[in-house]
Structures are given as C-alpha cells and as structure tokens.
C-alpha cells in the first residue's frame, strides 16, 4: 500500500464508503442501509450497519480519527453483530490490527495522487460466533419488543415489565437464530429512523 499522503475527513470517506463498497446494498431491495446505528442504547455506535440475512457493521477511521475508542467499540461491537469489518485509514492498520477479533474483516484505504479514494482488502471477515442474546435484544425499541412478546403469547404481566426485563425474557425465550431475525426485521420495518443513510 502506498502511505496516505492526502488528508481526509470521516465525512468524506463515509460518502466514499456508501458509493464505492456499499452500493450493491444501497441497490438491494432486500437490504437496509443505516448510519451510526446505536449499540447497547446507544453507548457505543457502529459508523454503518447493513441489515438484510445478516446484520454486518461497518467503523471507519480516517487519518485524522483517534484510535483510542477502539477498544470499547470491538467489545460492543462483538456483542451485537454477525459480521464485523474496520475499514481505515493505512496509518491505522498497524495499531488496529492486534485489537480486533480475528473474525474481523479489515479494509484499507488508499489515496491516489489526484486525491481519488480507493479501498483494498487486508482480511476477509468471517462469521461472530460470540452474538450475545440480551446485548442483541437491546437494539429493539420498547415498543417493538411488546409487539414481539405479545405475538409469542406473553401475559399482560410480561408486556409491563421494564424494558431490561423485557429484553432479559427474549434473550431466554427465544433460540439465537430466531432471535437474531425478529431483531433484524424489526429494525427493517422502522418507518421514523431519523440516521438513515443518504439516497446515492
């Protein structure tokens, strides 16, 4: 890789992301593309997360982010999602690498001579066999996870719990698999998500 001469920001590498590695999905009717998608209410945020039969976050660090963060995003990260990958900048790689879990996908990004944005591929991700059932559960706003107990048959009783308990009872009702879907239709079928990523 050729070392970043260039300086650019967050913003303008995110846009670059959307456009360049994540447009098949934009194109997909079958996908959901969202910024900054809240991780463990909202104390951790992923950069994008992809939902479609799988829920894949995506961080970027540009060359004038910190790394310091990292090492509490890796821990929410892993508790959460099915794929993982750290896209960032070549400067970063080498601090990068020795944090992230081995099934953690890393890309690169590199910076023609005229300014031009490319990515090239350091590791290919691998599936998270590590998804925490209530970490999980707590994407769900609190009214999607009356809607799902209620369609499971839960009492009135359940249904007023507060939204730890909630969260607790699907974590130990529901088998991961079916969790994981009724997490990520729920998240599909948001209407008001106010971080949607832009239309390409």
């Avoid at 900054?36 to 060359?63: C, M």
């Avoid at 090239?120 to 809607?147: D, F, H, I, Y």
Wanted: charged share 30%; glycine share 8%.
């Amino acid at each position: 890789m050729t070392r970043l001469s260039i300086t650019i920001g967050e913003g303008e590498l995110r846009l670059a992301v959307h456009r360049g590695l994540l447009r098949r999905f934009h194109k997909d009717p079958q996908s959901l593309v969202i910024d900054e998608l809240g991780i463990q209410h909202g104390t951790s945020r992923v950069d994008i997360a992809v939902i479609n039969g799988i829920l894949h976050g995506f961080e970027i660090k540009s060359p004038i982010d910190s790394l310091d963060r990292l090492p509490k995003q890796v821990s929410s990260f892993c508790a959460v999602l099915d794929k993982m990958t750290l896209i960032a900048a070549e400067d970063h790689l080498e601090r990068a690498m020795p944090l992230l879990p081995r099934w953690w996908g890393i890309i690169g990004v590199r910076i023609g001579p005229r300014g031009g944005i490319t990515f090239c591929r350091v590791r290919r991700g691998k599936e998270n066999r590590s998804v925490e059932p209530l970490a999980l559960a707590q994407l769900l706003w609190r009214t999607e996870a009356q809607s799902i107990l209620r369609a499971l048959g839960a009492d009135k009783k359940i249904l007023r719990l507060p939204r730890r308990e909630m969260y607790s009872h699907l974590a130990t009702t529901l088998e991961l698999d079916v969790l994981k879907r009724v997490v990520r239709g729920a998240l599909k079928g948001r209407r008001n998500w106010r971080d949607l990523s832009p239309a390409l």
